[in-house]
């Protein structure tokens, strides 16, 4: 079975599939493992480094395409990729299929079994393969560095011959693994830290992490399959709104953390919260790509609203490559090493890894999410 490693070609993708340790152990197993020439490149893994793996470099992307039984990415591919993949081919990646159906439908067209990284169960037996998560804690760490950077503020507490200096303060919401790995990094840099969610549940790990739960009562469901925050009703976001408010315009740092699967991201930080802010203030906005959390947010760029800056990055975790992509070819290895027994791709779809992973198969669309979201799909719509 060759497995192949493609070079991601969007812009600012720095990351890669498989790092040189774990094509070392699929190379063990007897597996043939084809990467890209360049391909670890962005995250400083050389094309050296695969070949003492065991790897073969390849420059022909035509062709590492065209022969590929399973070819590994970061991000989804495009569509001229997509038609480089023969009929039978397994393609595993972040392929955003609630986001963009459209392509999913590209994959079975093409008679490809695609698996998709975020569909990745949130189960114990899951945990080793959650791309999700691991890179989501990579964004969570990396958001705190630039709001101490843009703060006009030391985080921790200072005391000095020239008087004391208090700590920041900041206030993170959404407490999902962005969102707790913000919150000990916070603290670790000496912040007093307030943190929200509409999970109640979540409490006790924030608090374990030194930071103080804001909570607020809503009377519905807040927690959706997996774990997730669920989209609540507009109600439930007027009291979230409502509750978070003063701590909003109380804090030094926000940072936003709150996104939904396959949906625009809810607004919880509104115009006149940012404008009740003091100037220095700094927001960093991690749902900035799903539309925002907050008012003014624009995706990619840094935007000063009266003193107050509103920092929105797009895909942090390929700006920490190295780490990124060791965590992420762990995701991967691990799927990798679970899908194939003695040489060749198992598929029992039975399994709840498996079937919930696999979005295409023999030319259909497998998950019923997926499918939904292709009918309600504006491209969807001009093609019928």
Known sequence: MKIVVAKEIEVGENRVALVPDAVARLVKQGLEVWVEAGAGEGSFFPDSAYEEAGAKIISDTGALWGEADVLVKVGPPKEREVNSLREGAVSIGFLNPL???????????????????????????????????????????????????????????????????????????????????????????????EAFDIRPAVKEEVQSLGAKFVEVQLNEETVAAGGYAKEISEASKQRTQETIGEHVRNADVVITTAQVPGRKAPRLVTEEMIDQMHPGSVIVDLAAEQGGNCAYTEAGKDVNHNGVMIICPINLPASMPVNASQMYSKNILTLLQYLIKDGQMQLNFEDDITGGTCVTHAGEIRNQRVRDALASSPQHSSVS
């Open 99 to 193: 986001g963009d159906p459209f392509m999913v439908q590209q994959l079975a067209n093409r008679g490809v079994t695609a698996f998709s990284m975020e569909m990745i169960p949130r189960t114990s037996r899951a945990q080793s393969m959650d791309a999700l998560s691991s890179q989501a804690g990579v964004a969570g760490y990396k958001a705190v560095l630039l709001a101490a950077a843009a703060s006009p503020k030391f985080f921790p507490m200072l005391t000095t011959a020239a008087g004391t200096i208090k700590p920041a303060k900041v206030f993170i919401i959404g407490a999902g693994v962005a969102g707790l790995q913000a919150i000990a990094t916070a603290r670790r840099l000496g912040a007093m830290v």
